[in-house]
């Protein structure tokens, strides 16, 4: 298989970003994450914010997020945190259908590295594309992000078991699937292998 995109899932703070930008590099892809809202708020008229919200709904998890200013880590394809059961109401007509419309353009376009939103369940038919989850173990996660970040290890936790349960809400609620291993061709665990080793396995199997 000739690998011309490389979609990248991550959880909260296993550091699939990174993962993703080193790949991007090393097999000299573009990076698209940020990318896929500024495409999708052009075509839709709107700020990416309004995207970014149909994707991450508002609330009380978004204001406490906001507040302790660690919005820089949170999934677009998760949510934030809180122990309060997290409100998930739909993304505005629309915006889920261009979204997934952006990330195929953009797969077309082959050498591209695309980090979150959904992108391998939403190209999971889509040849030649190699399908990475990025993650770790919650207490390992919780216990980097409240390092990172400078936030009590309680509230750390919070944000990890939030994070989770609003990614796989999100991942039903734009592509109606219960995410298994199988979903991917390569998983792998940043706290037993670390970041940029993990990249090295990615890059080694979009090589081959």
């Known amino acids: 298989m000739t690998t011309s995109v490389v979609c990248i899932s991550r959880t909260l703070a296993a550091g699939g970003e990174e993962v993703g930008r080193i790949v991007a590099q090393s097999l000299g892809f573009q990076y698209a994450d940020e990318e896929i809202l500024d495409q999708t708020a052009e075509r839709a008229g709107v700020s990416r914010e309004a995207v970014a919200k149909a994707e991450r709904p508002p609330g009380l998890v978004a204001r406490i997020v906001e507040g302790l200013a660690i919005t820089s880590v949170v999934p677009t394809e998760s949510g934030a ?5 997290l409100s998930v109401s739909p993304a505005p007509a629309g915006y889920d259908e261009l979204i997934q419309d952006v990330i195929r353009e953009r797969a077309q376009q082959g050498s591209v590295v695309i980090v979150a939103h959904g992108g391998s369940a939403c190209l999971r038919n889509t040849p030649n594309v190699l399908r990475v989850l990025v993650t770790a173990p919650a207490a ?5 992000l409240s390092r990172s970040r400078g936030i009590t290890p309680a509230e750390a936790k919070k ?28 998983v792998v665990n940043t706290d037993v292998i670390g970041i940029e080793r993990s990249a090295e396995i990615v890059v080694r199997a979009a090589a081959h």
């Open 81 to 85: 945190w809180s122990g309060m059961p």
């Open 159 to 186: 944000a990890v078991d939030a994070s989770d349960r609003q990614r796989k809400q999100y991942l039903d609620r734009f592509y109606h699937v219960e995410e298994q291993p199988t979903d991917y061709d390569l």
């Open 140 to 144: 390992a996660r919780a216990d980097r």
